[in-house]
């Protein structure tokens, strides 16, 4: 098989870009590991910043997104059983996040890429890529005694954190900086309405909490868990009673439960590799870096670093100008450490750490204390909230 991008990865990342690029009439392929019941299934990401819905419209893939999608124009913190609300528009000057599921916008994406005809090529098994530092780099791949090879000008490592083409990178050109939480979040769907109609980010002697949504008839909550919980630890019951201690009591009172759709553990964790490109190789999203979710960055990220790769090859393909792919890796980078700050200062903000100190919750108390009483503060939470430009 001939192409111009080899994209593997088929989650947001890899379908954005293939969606966006054959736009431009630039050829590609997308080879996934699991089938496309398998990449629905998970459910993940459900706040989305207005750049990434941007791209999904240039994308022509942004309609259900505008339609069903939720504005929010702000979010709640609680602390010691007080709401405190974050006023995301006033305080990002007019900006405003939507809640709409991973989920969707995966759905989205491969409805428009079958739309085209674009080819995306699922169960692919031992995906790997070669010569990526030559002018003829390729792509293998098995599907079932079938083995193909993908010719190409470049392949794109959009395939998550687990995937094989960062570790197709050898060790001495990457860099990686890792920091692993002592605690990762157990997350409930259910279909229920949700206890409040702005998410609610909550602090607890117990451990973090999160109330978000995604619409209004479905709820997903997070309570922050030790490492070592298994979910079949935890019974809906149970997961219940622990979301209610860890909420102010008003909203406890109001929160409405039911059986759960899905459960699951996520652990927390930040990662950056450096740097994003080897040779005619680049990394896009989880591939290359990954955040805790307490900020809500990891796929807004994903995002950006779609937008500059895109335009980089548009820019090589249609003008012969190679600048932006040389500039990608430190362009993505700029963009993807800031959402890195963002989310660890969430995290530490907001998570109980086992072993702190009692000199630790002051910091954090102050640090809570000082946001809610500073124009400032308010406004660079808001900022990179809503998604920093570009
Ligand atoms: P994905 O989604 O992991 O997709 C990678 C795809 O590659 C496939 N793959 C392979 N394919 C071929 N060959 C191989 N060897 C392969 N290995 C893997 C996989 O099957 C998969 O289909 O990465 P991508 O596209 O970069 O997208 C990143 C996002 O998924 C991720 O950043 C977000 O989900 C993070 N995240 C959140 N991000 C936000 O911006 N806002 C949020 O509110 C938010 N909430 C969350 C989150 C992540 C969570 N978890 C579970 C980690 C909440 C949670 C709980
Ligand atoms: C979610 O709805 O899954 C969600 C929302 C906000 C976060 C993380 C996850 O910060």
């Not at 997308?30 to 990401?45: D, G, M, Q, T």
């Not at 807004?300 to 090859?313: C, E, K, Q, V």
Request: charged share 20%; hydrophobic share 40%.
């Amino acid at each position: 098989m001939k192409t111009q991008v080899c994209i593997i990865g088929g989650g947001p990342s890899g379908l954005l870009l293939s969606q966006l690029l054959h736009l431009q009439g630039i050829d590609n392929v997308v080879l996934e590991k699991h089938s496309r019941e398998y990449v629905l299934a998970r459910i993940r990401a459900g706040v989305i910043e207005h750049g990434f819905a941007k791209l999904m419209q240039e994308a022509q893939c942004g309609e259900r997104m505008q339609r069903e999608g939720q504005v929010h124009e702000g979010f709640f913190i609680a602390n010691a059983g007080v709401l405190h609300r974050v006023d995301l528009h006033k305080y990002s000057g007019g900006n405003t996040v939507i809640v709409y599921g991973q989920t969707e916008i995966t759905r989205d994406l491969y409805e428009a890429r079958d739309r085209m005809k674009g080819a995306v090529i699922h169960n692919a098994e031992d995906v790997r890529p070669h010569e990526m530092t030559t002018a003829t780099p390729y792509v293998t791949y098995r599907l079932g005694d079938e083995v193909v090879r993908v010719d190409c000008d470049f392949i794109v490592g959009a395939d998550g954190f687990h995937g094989v083409s960062r570790k197709s990178i050898p060790k001495t050109v990457l860099t990686e900086y890792e920091k692993v939480y002592p605690f990762g979040w157990l997350g409930v769907l259910s279909r229920t309405p949700p206890v409040s109609e702005e998410l609610i980010y909550s602090r607890h002697e117990r451990g973090f909490a999160l109330c978000s949504l995604r619409s209004p008839v479905l709820s997903r909550y997070y309570v922050q868990v030790p490492l070592a919980d298994k979910v079949e630890d935890w019974s809906d019951d149970a997961f219940w009673a622990e979301l209610k201690h860890r909420l102010p009591a008003e909203v406890a009172a109001r929160l409405v439960t039911g059986p759960s759709i899905e459960k699951s553990i996520a652990p927390l964790r930040s990662f950056v590799a450096e740097p994003m490109r080897y040779g005619n190789l680049f990394l896009a999203g989880d591939a290359a870096h990954i955040v805790p979710p307490t900020g809500a960055r990891g796929l807004n990220s994903a995002a950006s670093d779609i937008y500059y790769l895109y335009h980089a090859m548009v820019a090589y393909y249609k003008r012969s100008d190679a600048s932006g792919l040389e500039g990608y890796s430190a362009k993505a980078l700029a963009r993807v450490w800031k959402a890195q700050r963002f989310s660890w200062w969430m995290t530490t903000m907001l998570h109980t750490f086992p072993g702190s100190i009692e000199y630790d919750h002051k910091l954090q108390e102050t640090e809570l204390a000082y946001l809610f009483s500073s124009a400032a503060a308010m406004s660079s939470l808001a900022e990179n909230y809503v998604g920093l430009p570009f």
